[in-house]
């Protein structure tokens, strides 16, 4: 028989007066260092095309695209490497500290980007640096984003949770949307030829004084207050990890599998298959996918208003049911072949990624322990990207090019939208639970509980009886 965990009946304790400056300090340089980081690492995505020519110059069409998007999906490969070990350190050392290493990272491997060599110059060697460089890339974000929305929603009230850690999906957004926005005024200000030939360069290099603008926001704030009340700290994160959250992070990943592909899906991918399938011209894809992901950035928080509002399971449900019932529609629409639309194609795609972004930002931190949350959280969420996000683009151009149809990107996430559903159906409700806590340090029961349509998310008033924890 196949149990489901209780949500919390303990009253909330992560509640640290935090005052209302300090949360918006908090919450800006969340915000500030993620944009940095996933700025840099989008830039890679858009590039794609002109990367495939400068560093596979003998490869051609379909080839030449899937050599680029394999080391796509190499820099993710170290996502869940990056993950463990800023985690660990994470649990280990504080959170602001990692962050801080994290962020300088990923602007010093992606300003290396552009300073590369072409294959021209140095042969194969080119691609050998530029892989070198995404690995440097992979290692740092697999830190960052599980340890920024840590950091924020461990200052956050425990009933504004998803509001405030909205900020992280809103900046993962926002930062596509700087990368495409960047690479439409290039484009269209330099020539595509002036952009194949140095042009590509300049939003790689862009990163090295971006790094440095976060690096002095971050280093000004405190440590979380969560982490420094916390005394049970783990001399070994991972192994305790491993050992007492394998089920949780197991049905979270299968989850965070549907967040990981609707977004690369929607950002990253969408551009290529405009540009190489449907065979729009460059500034109508760029312009269309910049407008799609500033209205993403801009609904985050009302998602997280949302989510706060129903609860979490509902949420994930929704993102289910609108990514399985949109992908294919959305496709459709988009192969027409005009500006409007190759927009219209993703906004509708656009509703079931932000709601899947926004909900999986708040589950990273609600359903592991203080103890080891950065670890158990970087670690679930990096190794489902590295299996379905940073495999995405190389995934739908295989299946295009196998298959034929130009729709098989979106078959695939209509199928792995089906397998999250599923998952979720394995998931508690977390919303206003004690953050002390994980899920597996409660109770088991056979029945999952469901927040009424019609009341506002709050905490559990405390009752007398003792946790057990399940080792």
């Known amino acids: 028989m196949t149990t489901n965990y209780q949500s919390s009946t303990a009253q909330p304790t992560n509640t640290s007066e935090v005052s209302p400056q300090t949360l918006r300090q908090v919450t800006f340089a969340g915000f500030a260092g993620t944009v940095v980081e996933w700025f840099d ?42 993950g463990a070990i800023f985690g660990m350190l994470g649990d280990r050392i504080g959170r602001k500290s990692v962050l801080i290493l994290t962020v300088l990272l990923m602007s010093g491997s992606t300003a290396a980007i552009g300073l590369l060599p ?24 697999g830190g ?72 002095w926001i971050r280093r000004k704030l ?23 959250q ?31 399938v449907v ?11 910049v407008i799609a992901l500033t209205l993403a950035a801009c609904m985050a928080p009302l998602g997280g208003i949302i989510c706060d509002r129903f609860g979490r399971r509902k949420t994930m449900f929704a993102s289910a049911i609108l990514l399985g019932g949109t992908a294919i529609p959305g496709y459709m629409i988009a192969a027409g072949a005009t500006f409007t639309t190759a927009l219209l194609g993703q906004i509708l795609i656009m509703f079931g990624t932000v709601a899947a972004n926004v909900v999986t930002a708040v589950l990273l931190t609600e359903i592991f322990p203080t103890r080891v949350r950065y670890t158990a959280s970087g670690v679930t969420y990096n190794v489902a990207y590295a299996l379905f996000g940073g495999t995405a683009p190389y995934i739908a151009t295989w299946l295009i090019d196998v298959t034929g149809n130009p729709l098989s ?13 599923i998952a979720t159906t394995l998931m508690p409700e977390t919303a206003g639970r004690d953050l002390g806590l994980g899920v597996d340090d409660e109770p088991i029961t056979s029945s ?10 709050k905490a559990s008033k405390p009752k007398a009886k003792k946790l057990k924890t399940l080792a």
């Open 41 to 82: 690492f989008a830039v890679y995505g858009f590039m794609a095309t002109i990367i495939a020519t400068t560093f596979f110059p003998e490869s051609t069409g379909a080839v030449a695209l899937l050599q680029t998007f394999a080391i796509f999906a190499v820099a993710f490969a170290l996502r869940p490497v990056g």
């Open 279 to 289: 065979q729009l011209e460059a500034v109508p894809v760029l312009a269309s996918n």
């Open 448 to 457: 999952i509980p469901v927040l009424p349509a019609d009341s506002k998310v």
């Open 222 to 244: 405190g440590e979380s207050p969560m982490f420094q009340e916390d005394d049970t700290t783990e001399h070994a994160p991972l192994r305790s990890t491993l050992r007492t």
């Open 409 to 421: 990107p979106a078959i695939y996430l209509t199928v792995i939208a089906a397998g999250a559903f």
């Open 144 to 215: 960052e984003y599980a340890g920024a929305v840590t950091y924020v929603i461990e200052h956050a009230p425990h009933d504004q949770r998803a509001r405030w850690g909205s900020a992280m999906p809103t900046a993962t957004f926002s930062a596509f949307a700087a990368a495409a926005l960047l690479s439409y005024l290039l484009t269209t200000g330099l020539g595509e030829a002036a952009m194949q030939e140095w042009g590509w360069r300049i939003p790689f290099l862009i990163a090295a004084p971006l790094g440095l603008i976060a690096f």
């Open 118 to 141: 072409s294959y021209e110059q140095i042969g194969i060697w080119a691609a050998v640096l530029l892989t070198a460089a995404r690995c440097l890339q992979g290692l740092s974000a």
């Open 246 to 276: 394998a089920r949780p992070m197991m049905i979270l990943a299968g989850y965070i599998s549907l967040t990981a592909l609707s977004f690369y899906i929607f950002s990253t991918y969408m551009t290529t298959f405009l540009r190489e």
